[in-house]
Nanobody, 131 residues
Framework: QVQLVESGGGLVQPGDSLRLSCAASGFALDDYASAWFRQAPGKEREGVSCFSSGAGDTYYVDAVQGRSTISGDNAKNTVYMQMTSLTPGSTDVYYC????????????????????????WGQGTQVTVSS
């Protein structure tokens, strides 16, 4: 069974850090590009970051550039996103997803977080930043 399971979300204070995990089963993550998305209630899902194991590169949207790091561990078949300096604006449900349409995240840029390119999604993990 092909599955993605996110974890690592929670309630944190402004300025804190979190590491989100996305564990894959039923397939090898390194055969695909992985991405993190976020979604607030009533709003469209939007891309945050992309990781391509094959190309060994990443892409970040401007809003998280410098404050987030996406990475993968092939042995654990897991993708991570480390987020630092969290603000209340970071509060959302975060989802991971995979696609076979991205060969290089850095080379393809913002197109790599096109929601419609991703067919396999996790259930999401809630991140709440509040004092």
């Amino acid at each position: 069974q092909v599955q993605l399971v996110e974890s690592g979300g929670g309630l944190v204070q402004p300025g804190d850090s979190l590491r989100l995990s996305c564990a894959a089963s039923g397939f090898a993550l390194d055969d695909y590009a992985s991405a993190w998305f976020r979604q607030a209630p009533g709003k469209e899902r939007e891309g945050v970051s992309c990781f391509s194991s094959g190309a060994g590169d990443t892409y970040y949207v401007d809003a998280v550039q410098g404050r987030s790091t996406i990475s993968g561990d092939n042995a654990k078949n897991t993708v991570y996103m480390q987020m630092t300096s969290l603000t209340p604006g970071s509060t959302d449900v975060y989802y991971c997803a995979v696609t076979n349409r991205v060969s290089t995240c850095r080379g393809m840029g913002v197109t790599t977080v096109t929601t419609g390119w991703y067919a396999t999604w996790g259930q999401g993990t809630q991140v709440t930043v509040s004092s």
